[in-house]
C-alpha cells in the first residue's frame, strides 16, 4: 500500500498539541529545501543502486568474480544497515534515557494495586464519541484510555517514545524515513490483531477526513508502504527530525470497524481501539464511563506496567466551575486539578478538607513557564522603539499586582524558557555565544552578559525609582510631560489600546492603566467578543494584547510560527509582537538543525535570550507546580514526572 504526497494545505492557525504550527511553519520558512524526490540524473536512489547491482551481476561467475560482487554489494548495502538500526525508542535528540527491556517507567509504580473508581470533573459538555474529528466535542478520555498509538511517550524525558504497539523504530541519522515493526501480541479490544493494514488506513483517514490538526504533518509525508508482515515505512519530503516522533504518536483504529461508514460523521459508536479501557457506558453531555478491558494486550509492557490502575473511570461534566468546585467540596470528584491560586491559598476550609478526607498536594515540574502577558504589537509606530517598551514594563509592578490578586502565589516569568534547562542564564559562553556572535552587534546593550529580566519592585504600586527611570527612557525616545499628557515631538498624546477577552485579563488591563495614567498615558481597555478577538488577533489588528505561548522541552518548528520575520506581514501566525529580527530567525534556525541534545539546548537557551532583550512581552507570572486535591484513599508514586502530574499513575488503596 502506498500515499503519494499531495500539494500543501492552507494553514490551520488555532491547531493544538505536538503538531500545532506545523503547516503554517513550514509555509512561512524561507528555507526553500525540499527534499520529496531524491534523484540522481533523474533516477531514483533505489533504481540507482539496482542498476549498480545489475552491473556486478553481469560479470563473468569466476571465483574472483563472486568474491568481487559479494564485496560491492557490501560496500552498497552497508552504510543503510549502519545508519538504521531496528530500537526499542527513539529521543529527538540523542539516545533515550530507558535501555531496551526495562521494566517500568520512572514515574510508576509497577507494583500499584489494580482496582477500585475514579470520577473526574469536567466543564462543558459532549455530542461524539469520535474525539479525532472536528465537528463534535468528544470526551479527551476516548483517546487517552481506549486508543493506543504505535509508540508511546515517556514524560521523564523532554520528548522520547518508546515502543508500544510497535515493537521497535528504525530511521536513518537523516530521519528521511522511519520504519516500524507491529508487536505480533497486539491485538484491539475485541481481540482481533492490529495489522499494518490497519496502521496505514488509520494514518491516511484521519490525515484526510480527521481534525485539520492532523493534516499538518501528514503533508511532509511521501510515501506509506508495507515493508513486511508486521512493518511499514513512512518516508518523509521535508529535513524535520520530528516527523518521525508525530507518526508514532499516530492514533490507530480498526479499519473493519469503518466499512461502509463515513468516518468524517460524527456520532455515539464507541470506537474499537486497542487500549487498557473500553467505553462502558454515557449519557451525552453528564457524564462517560470507562470500564478496564479485563483481557488488554498490552497490561505486561514495561511502557505500560503501573499505569491505568482503576477498573472504572468515569468523567462527571459540569455546567460552569462553580457547580464542579461544589462537586469538589462533597466528594463527587475523587481527584481535582486546582487552576484557581486564590482558591488553593483560602478556598480549602470546608469540613472535608479540614477533617482530612481531601488531601492537597503539589506537584513540581520541570515545563518551561512559557511566555504570559501584555504583548506589545512592534507593526504600530507607537511601540516599534524599544526604550519605550522597556519604559512601559517598568510601570507595570507585578509584585504588588501578585500579591493584591493572587495572594502572591505566582512566580514571576523572566524568560519564554523559564523554570527549565532551555533558559538562558548568566552570560553567553561557549556554544550559544558561537551562535549568538555573528549578530552581536546588532543586539540590544547586555544581551551576550547578563541580558534582560523583567525588572523586581517594592510591591508598593508605586515604585519611584522604577517609574523615575521609566520616564527618563521615554523623554529619550522623544516622548515628553506637557501638563498631565504625555506627548512626542508631533504633539500627538501616547494613548494606545489593550485587547482582551476575558474577565481576568480586563482586571490586570485596568489596573496597569491607572498606574500609567499617573505618567500621562492613555491606555484604554477594549473587551470584545471571543469571535471578534479572534479575528483581530488573526490580523494583528491591536495595539496590545495578552497571550500565553506554551512552551515545551522539545521546541521545533512551531517556533517559526511563533517568532518567524515572515510573520511580522503573513496574518494568521502566533508571531503577534511582529518580531522580525535576524538574530531570532538564525537561532531557530540553529535549533532545528542540531543533532545532539548540547548544541539544541545552547540554541534554545540562545533564542530565549534574543526574545527577551527585544522586550516584546510583559510577563506575568506562572506556577512552579501542579495543585492537585483528593480524597483520601487514593495514592501516586512517590517519584514524580519531569512534566509532573500524571493521573494515569494514580491508583486506589
Given amino acids: 500500500m502506498m500515499r503519494m504526497a499531495k500539494k500543501k494545505a492552507s494553514p490551520e492557525g488555532d491547531a493544538l498539541g505536538v503538531e500545532a504550527g506545523f503547516i503554517q511553519a513550514r509555509n512561512l520558512s524561507s528555507s526553500g529545501v525540499n527534499i520529496r524526490n531524491r534523484r540522481r540524473g533523474g533516477k531514483s536512489n533505489l533504481t540507482h543502486c539496482a542498476e549498480r547491482l545489475n552491473s556486478v551481476l553481469n560479470r563473468s561467475w569466476t571465483a574472483t568474480g563472486f568474491v568481487v560482487r ?56 459532549f455530542d461524539s464519541l469520535n474525539p479525532y474529528l472536528l465537528k463534535g466535542r468528544a470526551p479527551w478520555g476516548v483517546r487517552a484510555h481506549t486508543v493506543e498509538s504505535l509508540m508511546a511517550r515517556s514524560w521523564d524525558e523532554p520528548f522520547t517514545l518508546y515502543g508500544l504497539l510497535a515493537g521497535t523504530v528504525e530511521t536513518p541519522e537523516d530521519r528521511s524515513w522511519v520504519e516500524f515493526t507491529l508487536r505480533p501480541e497486539a491485538r484491539f479490544s475485541d481481540g482481533s490483531e492490529v495489522t499494518v493494514d490497519d496502521v496505514i488506513w488509520s494514518l491516511e483517514t484521519i490525515a484526510t477526513q480527521g481534525h485539520p490538526t492532523f493534516r499538518n504533518a501528514w503533508e511532509a509525508v511521501g510515501e506509506v508502504r508495507q515493508t513486511g508482515p508486521r512493518s511499514l515505512r513512512i518516508s518523509f519530503t521535508e529535513p524535520n527530525r520530528e516527523l518521525a516522533l508525530i507518526m508514532g504518536l499516530r492514533p490507530i483504529l480498526k479499519r473493519s470497524q469503518w466499512e461502509g461508514r463515513e468516518f468524517a460523521r460524527s456520532g455515539f459508536e464507541p470506537i474499537i481501539g486497542s487500549g487498557p479501557y473500553v467505553v462502558d457506558s454515557f449519557e451525552p453531555g ?27 473511570v468515569v468523567y462527571e461534566y459540569f455546567r460552569n466551575s462553580e457547580a464542579l468546585w461544589s462537586a469538589v467540596k462533597t466528594g463527587a470528584v475523587s481527584i481535582f486539578s486546582e487552576s484557581d491560586p486564590v482558591r488553593w491559598a483560602e478556598g480549602y476550609n470546608f469540613p472535608a478538607a479540614l477533617d482530612g478526607q481531601i488531601i492537597r498536594g503539589e506537584i513540581a515540574h520541570g515545563r518551561p513557564s512559557g511566555m504570559h502577558g501584555f504583548v506589545f504589537n512592534t507593526r504600530r509606530p507607537i511601540f516599534a522603539d524599544r526604550r519605550v517598551r522597556e519604559a512601559l514594563a517598568l510601570t507595570f509592578d507585578w509584585q504588588w499586582i501578585n500579591q493584591r490578586l493572587f495572594r502572591g502565589q505566582f512566580r514571576r516569568i523572566e524568560s519564554y524558557y523559564d523554570n527549565s534547562p532551555l533558559g538562558f542564564s548568566g552570560p553567553a559562553v561557549g556554544h550559544e555565544a558561537e551562535l549568538l556572535a ?3 552587534a546588532d543586539l540590544p546593550p547586555g544581551t551576550l552578559e547578563s541580558g534582560w529580566r523583567p525588572p523586581e519592585s517594592d510591591g508598593s504600586g508605586r515604585d519611584r525609582i522604577m517609574l523615575r527611570e521609566a520616564v527618563r527612557l521615554l523623554e529619550d525616545a522623544g516622548w515628553k510631560a506637557d501638563g498631565s499628557a504625555l506627548l512626542n515631538p508631533d504633539g500627538e498624546p501616547f494613548r494606545f489600546e489593550i485587547l482582551v477577552a476575558g474577565t481576568e485579563d480586563e482586571t490586570l488591563a485596568q489596573l496597569w492603566s491607572g498606574a500609567l495614567a499617573r505618567l500621562g498615558i492613555e491606555a484604554r481597555v477594549r473587551r470584545v467578543d471571543n469571535a471578534q478577538y479572534v479575528a483581530r488577533r488573526r490580523d494583528y489588528d491591536f495595539d496590545m494584547t495578552v497571550n500565553r505561548w506554551f512552551l515545551s522541552l522539545s521546541p521545533g518548528v512551531e517556533q517559526r510560527l511563533y517568532f ?62 501542579d495543585r492537585i486535591a483528593w480524597q483520601s484513599g487514593y495514592s501516586k508514586p512517590e517519584r514524580d514526572a519531569l512534566y509532573g502530574w500524571r493521573p494515569e499513575v494514580w491508583w486506589k488503596r
Avoid at 539516545?95 to 500499584?112: E, S
Avoid at 511502557?303 to 491505568?308: A, F, K, M, N, P
Fill in 438 to 440: 555573528p549578530f552581536a
Fill in 286 to 312: 453528564r457524564f462517560v464511563s470507562f470500564r478496564r478491558n479485563p483481557g488488554y494486550w498490552g497490561r505486561d509492557l514495561g511502557i505500560t506496567r503501573g499505569l491505568d490502575n482503576f477498573d472504572q
Fill in 70 to 125: 559479494a564485496l560491492v554489494l557490501l560496500a552498497i548495502l552497508m552504510p543503510v544497515r549502519l545508519a538504521a538500526e531496528p530500537a526499542h525508542g527513539i529521543a529527538m535528540h540523542g539516545r533515550p534515557a530507558l535501555p531496551p527491556g526495562f521494566t517500568h517507567l520512572p514515574y510508576a509504580n509497577p507494583d500499584a494495586p489494580k482496582g477500585g473508581r475514579v470520577v473526574f470533573g469536567e466543564l462543558g459538555g
Fill in 564 to 625: 518567524g520575520s515572515s510573520g511580522r506581514e503573513d496574518p494568521g501566525t502566533r508571531n503577534y509582537m511582529g518580531v522580525a529580527d535576524p538574530a531570532v530567525d538564525g537561532m531557530i534556525k540553529a535549533l532545528l538543525a542540531a543533532t545532539n541534545r548540547p548544541d539544541f539546548e545552547s540554541a534554545v537557551r540562545a533564542l530565549d535570550r534574543v526574545l527577551s532583550a527585544g522586550i516584546y512581552v510583559i510577563p506575568f507570572g506562572y506556577l512552579p507546580a
